[in-house]
């Protein structure tokens, strides 16, 4: 897609490339045995190893691989069957042992692709570099006390994928674009949350500038940018600071800098490492890692329907729209919930229902699909009840209100309420006798050629009937007697 912006030269082309470290769901650590539960005590989930004790040797988590080649398979990317670990060696305090292990010229797995769609309807393929396995570093906190530093481990050894795009993204949505598809994708194989107020899936923003047509200058990365609308802010802000500096005749050092989004601007944070500057060496502490062929097809035997397939599939078993099944497939109980109504219904009138009151309702109460107030089989048995005529669209709405207050069925709601739509023609044309002889005026008006009044007699008679009359027999009714 092509976008620019525009400079005091001319026009700017924007090149983006994203390094996401997503956590590893896991109930324990990527070398130890230690919990990894979000919100815990501070330094109450640390082992030995995690808290860099001289002489404790790290264990491989054999589920946290698996998580790792779950993701790559999901992202149709060559999966390495050796594998290495290595050293990546700095000094924080939130890093005890004074490195990090890691994995550098040998990741388990290699190139990938994400394809995402746009707001025009385009759709490009992004490409992935690599997936790697990390230790996460603790977490330093400065606002606990006036003068110090404080230290929480809990977070230390926490296993990571670091995802590693190429640089194909050229605009702030495409950014976006992909990082809510990479989520979609890892929460669908349950390998990371994508909680990313939690912490549990963080973008560092690779961002350079260059006129259209030439080659890539310098890059800054902007670190720990932790919510997708940050991503797409920081990636624009960036992007203009470096045209100013190359405008001005100045050039753009390498570095990491930091977004600040109440004030929006980035700010230096570091001069940029290079990989020798972290003197990256095999872990001796680790042999390399080695995958069974058949334990990985196993793996790929039993993903789950991913996002793009889950999507075709409902537009062609439910004929709903294509823009109905990308929004119930972005999160996976919201496309399982949609199936479970769906199934041997009118699906476009489920699907008008979930997009309208359902999701209105979920806002409102602010819920989300797996607590929601109205159950898959309440919603089913409401539509049902339209279906059947027990009540109309009008009533229908009424008792979903009810339903999502109380949580009760709608058939204990129209039962105890009184609310069962009326069908009976006797009382249907009592009630329309009563309204045409109360507005006698307005009955001559419509056979004077008056047609449109035809709509207030129709919202008089289901006045009269307290919503409950069925539509249907009431037109037919008044066509008759008006007639």
Known sequence: MSYTIGGETGPWELVIGLEVHAQIISKSKLFSGAATEFGAEPNSQVSFIDAGFPGMLPVINRECVAQAVRTGLGLDARINLISRFDRKNYFYADLPQGYQISQYDQPIVGAGTVEIELESGETRSIGITRLHLEQDAGKSMHDQHASKSFVDLNRSGVALMEIVSEPDMRNPEEAGAYLRKLRTILRYL????????????RADVNVSVRKPGEAFRTRCEVKNVNSIRFVMQAVETEARRQIEVWESGGVV?????????????????????DAHDYRYFPEPDLLPLVLDETWVAALKNDLPELPDAKRARLVRDFGISAYESAIFVMERATADFFETVAKGRDAKLVANWMLGDFFAALNRTGRNIEDSPVSAKNLGALLDLISDATINGKIAKEVFEIMVETGDTPGAIIEARGLRQVTDTGAIDTAIDRVLAANADKVAEYKSGKEKLFGFFVGQVMKAMAGKGNPALVNEALKTKLG
């Open 253 to 273: 050092e390498q570095e990491t800098r930091l977004f600040d989004p109440a004030r929006g601007v980035t700010r230096s944070m570091r001069s940029k490492e």
């Open 190 to 201: 349950g390998t990371c949350d994508g909680n990313m107020d939690e912490g549990s899936m």
